[in-house]
Each structure stands twice: as structure tokens, then as C-alpha cells.
């Protein structure tokens, strides 16, 4: 996960993955597809599902006319895709210390 980030392709999808190359095109390895969905209690919620659902493949090249943006990621964002492709290490958000 050296790489995290997230592209908005022309298409509307928004995928996060580990970028391993960025020329002509960008080489993404292990891409999600992002989204939001309702929860059991009604809430938001951020869900994350493999692009490459149905394939062993786990690089997919896009090219950069079929890309809005390319951004960093939220650190609830890299948790989620820690969980599933990474060390499953995830790191706390910050809250106020009482003293």
C-alpha cells in the first residue's frame, strides 16, 4: 500500500487501489470499486468491492483520458482496504484526551 489513491473515471466509478505506475497510463493493483449503501440501522455506510470480482488478475491499466481525478485517500478510506488487501492493521481516529 504504498500508493493508496483514489481515480474518478469517466464512467462515474470511483476506485481506490495501490497505484504501481503512472505513465501514458496509471497501473493500479488490487482496485475496489467505491459506494455508498444503508446499513442495518439506516445509516450510511462506506462499502468497498473488488473490480476484479471474476478474474486472477489483480493489476488493471486505465488510461489517463478515462480519469476525472487521481487524490489521496482518507484514513477511512485506507483502513477499509487495509482490512481486506493489507496488514489488517488499522489506525485509530484521534479523540480528545479528558484529564
Known amino acids: ?14 476506485i481506490v487501489g495501490d497505484i ?6 496509471i497501473k493500479i493493483e ?9 446499513n442495518s440501522q439506516g445509516k450510511a ?4 468491492q473488488p473490480l476484479l470480482i471474476f478474474s486472477e488478475q489483480k493489476v488493471v ?4 483520458n478515462h480519469i476525472i481525478y487521481n487524490v489521496t485517500v482518507a484514513q477511512e478510506i485506507q483502513n477499509k482496504y487495509n482490512e481486506i488487501y493489507g496488514s489488517g492493521i488499522v489506525v485509530p481516529t484521534k479523540s480528545k484526551i479528558i484529564t
Do not use: W, Y
Not at 491499466?61 to 489517463?64: N, S, Y
Open 30 to 38: 488490487n482496485p475496489c470499486v467505491l459506494a455508498i449503501g444503508m
Open 20 to 25: 504501481i505506475s503512472e505513465t501514458d497510463n
Open 45 to 48: 455506510s462506506l462499502q468497498m
Open 1 to 14: 500500500m504504498a500508493n493508496l489513491r483514489i481515480l474518478k473515471l469517466v464512467s462515474g466509478e470511483e
Open 61 to 64: 491499466e486505465f488510461h489517463l
